[in-house]
Each structure stands twice: as structure tokens, then as C-alpha cells.
């Protein structure tokens, strides 16, 4: 059976957002469709089955994850094989794992999104799209001094998605495989 990643955005990050994932596992055995789910780290990695209606099955974790713990977060599906498929094809090999991330969009970028990001880079700042992942190289200085933040990122693109760093993305091809 093929497997997949449901990416939670922004939940368990400075103290808010709070989505336990004991508990996490336990209400989306009970509350969804899903199958084989475990989660990966507290950032919102929901490991399962592959759902044969992915979209059903984001809209349905993201109400159990709302009216469970009062979160609101978007949620986006990854199989094995576009993960595999979008980390081969990214564009920064060289990069360091830890500051190159691949933004999974819930679907197509709004038309001139890289354009207006790529105003906004650092200068040791890259980016691409593939596909519906924009990959980002931080550079040196990493996401802690970017211009692009949630806000920016938001308003460019005109989709919902959530960023998982090089080493992240690789560990969830494993875990998937």
C-alpha cells in the first residue's frame, strides 16, 4: 500500500497552535477514514495510507484538528512519489539541508508569485518553483533574517502552504517509502 504525508501549517510553534500528537494520533483513528497514521516530530507530519480522496481527507483532519483543539491550520498532501519527484528535482543540490525548505503549496501559486518573492530576496537567497513546491535557499543567514515571511509568502502565492526544511523532506520520503 502506498503512503503520504498530511503537512500541518504553523501548529506547536512558539507555544501556540498547540496539537499534541499522542493525542493528534488518537482522535484521527476514531474521527477519520485515515489508516497507518503515525505523525513525525511536533511540526505536523501525519503519516498514513495514501486516502483515496486526498482533498476529502484534508478538509476532514483539518475539522477534527479544529473542533479538537480549537486550531485552525491548512493542510496539504504529499505522496511518496511527489515527494521523491520534488526533491530530486530541486534546484539547490549544493544547499545546506537545514536552510534550503520546500514550501508545499495546496495548490497552484497565484501568476507572477515567484516574481514578486524574488523582489524580496536577501542576496544569498534563492528560489524556485516545481510543480506546486516553491523551494527556497536561505542562504548562509537562514529563515531567521528573510523577508520572506508567513505574511509575505501569503500575499504573493494566494495559496495556503506550509515549508519543511531539506533534511525534514528526505526523512518524510523515507518514512513514506
Known amino acids: ?28 483513528a476514531t474521527e ?11 511540526s505536523g507530519n501525519i503519516i498514513c495510507a495514501t486516502p483515496k480522496h486526498p482533498e476529502a ?3 476532514a483532519v483539518r475539522a477534527v484538528i479544529h473542533d479538537e483543539f480549537g486550531v485552525d491550520t491548512p493542510v496539504v498532501h504529499r505522496t511518496n512519489a511527489q515527494l521523491r519527484a520534488s526533491e530530486s528535482a530541486q534546484p539547490f ?3 545546506e539541508v537545514k536552510f534550503v525548505h520546500a514550501m508545499f503549496l495546496e495548490g497552484a501559486p497565484a501568476r507572477g508569485a515567484v516574481e514578486a518573492l524574488e523582489q524580496r530576496l536577501l542576496p544569498a537567497e534563492r528560489l524556485e518553483l516545481i510543480g506546486n513546491d516553491l523551494w527556497i535557499d536561505y542562504g548562509a543567514d537562514g529563515v531567521h533574517s528573510t523577508k520572506l515571511t508567513k505574511a509575505v509568502l501569503d500575499r504573493a502565492l ?3 502552504g506550509t ?3 531539506l533534511r525534514t523532506t528526505r526523512k518524510l520520503i523515507e518514512l513514506t517509502g
Open 1 to 28: 500500500m502506498s503512503r503520504s504525508v498530511l503537512l500541518l501549517r504553523a501548529v506547536n510553534v512558539s507555544g501556540r497552535n498547540s496539537v499534541p500528537m499522542a493525542r493528534l494520533r488518537e482522535v484521527l
Open 32 to 42: 477519520t477514514d485515515l489508516a497507518e497514521v503515525s505523525t513525525y516530530i511536533a
Open 57 to 59: 481527507a484534508c478538509a
Open 93 to 95: 543540490p549544493e544547499g
Open 158 to 160: 494566494g495559496v495556503a
Open 163 to 165: 515549508a519543511r526544511n
